[in-house]
């Protein structure tokens, strides 16, 4: 039953209902120990934390995103659906581990389920490429899980952003805007542990699902005339960009790029010595600029929109190519000890 919410001004109280409820559901689950008996993240080589952390985040923010949407805007059922059914076969993954095929199977069922019960009138192969993207943006946001309170606060301005466009914007969409905003808010509840020093992680249960509503409600609003193609993609740029370059230097460098590893932009930060907090805060700045940009763009000329979204994109390469800078400095002040001691023997 659609609940009577009467005004965009609401999602300020849904954002405060999600975040609150989510956060009182990690509390628990700390408190009574539960989170370590769901499912703990065991440092390895790809972690940049040293001790054993509880990684159920997504046990507060999907439940909450999720019931949210189905009473708040009952029309996008399936995305709730797909998200849950995502959340629960990431949760079997958190904590037994499942084959690659099977966690891509559980993917790509989601996506496609999405595009074919609600299909676009454009060309078959435009929608492959955007179900594609969507894809690639369930398992980015795995991939950016790495670092204290990177993909919270992604969530949180990624999907904050996605609420006002949907609100405020040139075409707006009540029941789309509500549900990006209790997104929003759950992700803020799951913040509030998060941000560093981390009491938990978000998980495979908590991320997966995540990317598919990043991309789910993306294509949404662009099916329903919200916002252009371009939206989603600068939104959630940061993320985009990180994990995307990053990809393509481990496939030119002919590594496996399944494995974990810690080349990530932000991984690096933190390990040539800007900690978790400031990295998360510089994301954060960045992050906000990007959906600001995004979000004042909306009704400007489409020319005008592409101009904005290649600076954008050359403004990100350009803070790229200063991380990767920073980083062989880094790498040849740690090499020189050891070529003093050698030279010394």
């Known amino acids: ?26 509390a628990f689950l700390l408190k009574s120990g539960l989170a370590w008996r769901l499912a703990t993240d065991i440092p390895n080589e790809r972690s940049l934390h040293a001790r054993p952390t509880p990684r159920v985040g997504g046990w507060g923010v999907v439940p909450v995103a999720v019931l949210a949407m189905l009473l708040l805007s009952p029309s996008l059922w399936l995305i709730a659906l797909g998200a849950a059914f995502l959340a629960a076969v990431s949760q079997i993954d958190d904590r037994r581990g499942l084959p690659a095929r099977v966690r891509f199977a559980a993917h790509f069922l989601a996506v496609v389920a999405m595009v074919v019960v609600y299909p676009s009138p454009v060309p078959w192969w435009c ?18 899980d790495g670092a204290d309170g990177l993909a ?73 005339g919200v916002w252009p193609v371009w939206f989603p ?67 400007r000329p489409a020319t005008l929109q592409w101009e904005l979204v290649a600076a954008w994109a050359a403004v990100l390469l350009v803070m790229g190519a200063a991380i990767d800078a920073r980083w062989r400095s880094f790498q040849n002040l740690s090499r020189k000890p050891e070529v003093d001691a050698d030279a010394s023997q």
């Open 1 to 26: 039953m659609h609940l009577p919410i009467s005004s965009s001004s609401s999602a300020v109280w849904i954002v405060l209902a999600c975040c609150a409820l989510c956060a009182a559901i990690l």
């Open 152 to 224: 919270g606060g992604m969530a949180l301005f990624g999907f904050g952003a996605y609420a006002v466009a949907a609100l405020y914007g040139p075409a707006p969409m009540p029941e789309l805007g509500w549900a990006c905003a209790a997104v929003a808010g759950a992700a803020a509840g799951f913040l509030l542990f998060n941000f560093h020093p981390a009491k938990i992680f978000l998980g495979d249960a908590g991320s997966i699902p995540a990317g598919f509503l990043a991309g789910a409600l993306g294509y949404w609003g662009w099916r329903g």
């Open 233 to 299: 993609a600068l939104v959630f740029s940061p993320f985009i960009g990180d994990a995307s370059v990053t990809l393509i230097r481990r496939l030119l460098r002919g590594e496996k790029f399944w494995q974990a590893h810690r080349e990530h932009y932000y991984q690096r930060m933190v390990r040539f010595g800007i900690g978790h907090a400031a990295t998360a805060l510089a994301w954060y700045l960045v992050m906000f600029a990007g959906t600001v940009l995004a979000v004042w763009a909306l009704d």
């Open 127 to 144: 929608l492959a490429g955007l179900a594609f993207l969507m894809l690639w943006l369930v398992n980015l946001y795995n991939f950016m």
